[in-house]
């Protein structure tokens, strides 16, 4: 008789107790495995370490076929040696000069990848650059649809309607947002189980498409209002899909920098908004419905050109499309040696994951989000850097900077050229993390740019006191809200999508990007709506320091509950996020806090952090150690 253990993101199977059993096959050999909920030691392992290389081959062979891909055996079995002991692949004397040339360039020229990969980053870029597109339409807007549509006395002191339009302005910008923290955000999860990440984007494309056509047709503010609900299901259904597509293609080594051209092309996407904005203010009544319309440009490629790109071989994996998943990752990947190895190296770790989640549906994996620890511990760290990128008070700009300038005495066409130039900082200061995110980490990008922000915010409001008459009153509310912008793209910006899109297992991938995009946008909706009474009743300075304090309350949530990602793969995560929350916060604590005191403050030599993670086994990122110390450049 058959036994089939099953889990949606595995198929294990015991053909009998003397017969080939793949989970015991892979533990063999091996010391005692980590425990996914606790790893109270920190330890980060291999799973495919220390198993004999018999037992390696036999677990292989035994795989192929059960997976109907007997042809590439000699293939996977290559692959698994490297899985295996990724630093001493050299020592492998099954490879060919050209694979070791291959697994050096991994780190050595890290960038050089196939076209197929960067078709698909592209694309995804696409996806972005209409997100922020969209933002910034509705900035530019602001100034004229609301006397349009008989709302606009929310700036007038005394007015009868204030508050009613104040709050209608801010509700009718708000509500992309409300619409994907409620809805756009959680049909991710169901389109991605049964139309695949592709499909999903095509579906939240449509939405972008016509949506946006549809407000700069709208012929009063409910029907405006409609039109942007619509526009808010496909913004939370791409926001929840896009970060996730991109990582599963991705190789660890540039994942992070790759990944985040989710916000540097959402920055981009909001740079290209206000030059839209700006192109079209002379154009009359018609000028806001050109600015809230001229959205759709961006999505005409995504639709169309979504299908090109290959689909995510972890989504194959996960509906057991394993032959799907190796010609996806023979399209991204530049020779059959990383694909085999990758697609054996991820189906052992999801075999471990599976040891902790179980047979499921959609509303058992939300639950799971907060009672599997090893997935708490990944939705806390969401929660944390998607909320903070609304605490950090980035989107009262991107939203209402127009409004910000004009209140600062700027004229109409000043403001829009203000706010024009904030997006150009936005995007051009985004570059470097392309770089940075992957070399200094997600966590230390955030712990240096989130005080940075908090003064350049509170200086920008202190400069609102600056007498209206000088020149220096506008010139240096610009300048200070250009830097806050230009620390906040290089850190807060790209990390929080990067980030939310690689903590959480396969298993719970979508539903807990959903929550964290959902996080992310809900009180971007907030922030929205509440906005513009804050500034009527706290004047800028007041809502500048507010915000301020706010930086430092998430600089503080990031030290102790956002652990480090880079340059791990996705499957290696677990291990991180096995380690219990109160571990860490007592490291940081009492490790890693009195070191930055000592090295940066006090300037005391010889320091050392001791680190928190130990290494049981080689693992995929040791390979670059390697290759380095063997200095094959």
């Known amino acids: 008789m058959t ?45 495919l370490a220390g198993i004999p290389r018999e037992t390696l081959f036999r677990n292989v062979e035994e795989f192929a076929r059960e997976v109907d891909m007997v042809d590439t055996i000699p293939l996977m079995r290559k692959g698994a040696l490297v899985a295996r002991d990724p630093p001493n692949f050299e020592a492998i004397d099954e490879l060919e000069d050209f694979e070791r040339e ?83 955000c959680w049909i991710s999860d169901p389109l991605n189980h049964y139309w695949g990440r592709r499909g999903t984007i095509f579906v939240s ?57 989710w916000q540097m092309w959402t920055a981009f996407g909001i740079f290209l908004g206000f030059c839209a904005n700006l192109a079209v203010y002379n154009a009359g009544d018609i000028a806001w419905r050109l600015q809230l319309g001229s959205a759709f440009i961006p999505a005409v490629p995504l639709v169309f050109g979504i299908y090109f790109c290959p689909e995510s071989p972890r989504w194959y994996i996960k509906k057991n499309r394993y032959q799907k998943a190796y010609k996806s990752l023979c399209r991204l990947r530049n020779t059959p040696l990383q694909a085999a190895r990758d697609l054996y190296y991820i189906h ?36 944390t850097v998607m909320i903070a990128q609304q605490m950090c008070g980035i989107n009262i700009i991107a939203f209402y900077s127009s409004t910000i300038f004009k209140n600062a005495g700027a004229s109409n066409l000043e403001a829009l050229l203000a706010s024009w130039g904030f997006g150009l900082v936005n995007f051009v200061f985004a570059w ?39 020149r220096a009153h506008l010139g240096m509310i610009a300048f200070f809200v250009f830097l806050f912008a230009a620390f906040y793209s ?10 939310s899109a690689e903590v959480f297992p396969l298993s719970h991938r ?3 990007m959903s929550w964290a995009v959902a996080t992310c946008l809900f009180w971007a909706a907030t922030l929205s709506i509440t906005f513009p009474k804050m500034l009527a009743a706290l004047k800028p300075q007041g809502a500048f320091g507010f915000y301020a304090f706010l930086n430092v309350t998430a600089l503080v949530m990031i030290f102790f509950w956002v652990p480090e990602t880079k340059q791990r793969t996705l499957e290696e995560l677990d291990y991180i996020f096995a380690v219990p929350t109160r571990t860490h916060m007592h490291y940081q604590l009492t490790k890693a806090l009195p070191y930055w005191i000592n090295k940066y403050l006090l300037r005391r030599k010889n320091v050392k952090l001791e680190p928190l993670y130990h290494f049981e086994s080689a693992v995929a990122s040791d390979q670059k150690r390697a290759v380095k110390k063997d200095d094959y450049s």
């Open 490 to 499: 290089p850190g807060e910006g790209p990390v929080p999508f990067t980030y």
């Open 510 to 512: 979508e539903v807990g």
């Open 432 to 470: 470097p993390a392309v770089w940075t995110i992957d070399t200094y980490g997600r966590r230390t990008l955030l712990l240096f740019t989130f005080p940075q922000m908090a003064w350049t915010l509170l200086a920008a409001g202190f400069c609102f006191w600056i007498p209206e008459e000088s």
């Open 348 to 383: 052992a770790q999801i075999v471990e994951e599976a040891a902790i989640v179980k047979k499921n549906n959609y509303i058992t994996r939300f639950i799971e989000l907060f009672t599997i620890p090893r997935v708490r511990r990944a939705t806390l760290a969401s929660w």
């Open 102 to 184: 291959a697994l050096r360039n991994e780190f050595l020229h890290k960038w050089r990848q196939p076209r197929s990969l960067y078709v698909t980053v592209i694309l995804c870029s696409v996806g972005a650059a209409v997100q922020g597109w969209d933002q910034t339409g509705s900035n530019g807007a602001n100034l004229s649809f609301p006397q349009a549509f008989g709302i606009g006395e929310g700036e007038t002191a005394g007015a009868p309607n204030q508050d009613r339009d104040n709050w209608l302005v801010g509700l009718i910008n708000a509500a992309p947002y409300i619409a994907s923290a409620l809805f756009g």
């Open 205 to 261: 494309a449509v939405f972008c498409l016509f949506s946006v056509i549809g407000s700069g047709v709208s012929q009063n503010w409910e029907q405006l209002f409609v039109t942007r609900i619509l526009l808010g299901i496909g913004m939370g259904c791409k926001a929840s899909v896009i970060p996730i597509y991109a990582a599963e293609n991705c190789p660890a080594a540039i994942r992070g920098g790759l990944v985040m051209s």
């Open 3 to 47: 036994n089939v253990v099953k889990n949606e993101a595995v198929v294990v199977e015991d053909h009998g107790p003397d017969s080939y059993n793949q989970l015991a096959g892979m533990e063999k050999g091996r010391s005692e495995s980590v425990n996914l909920n606790r790893n109270i030691t920190a330890k980060i392992q291999n799973p």
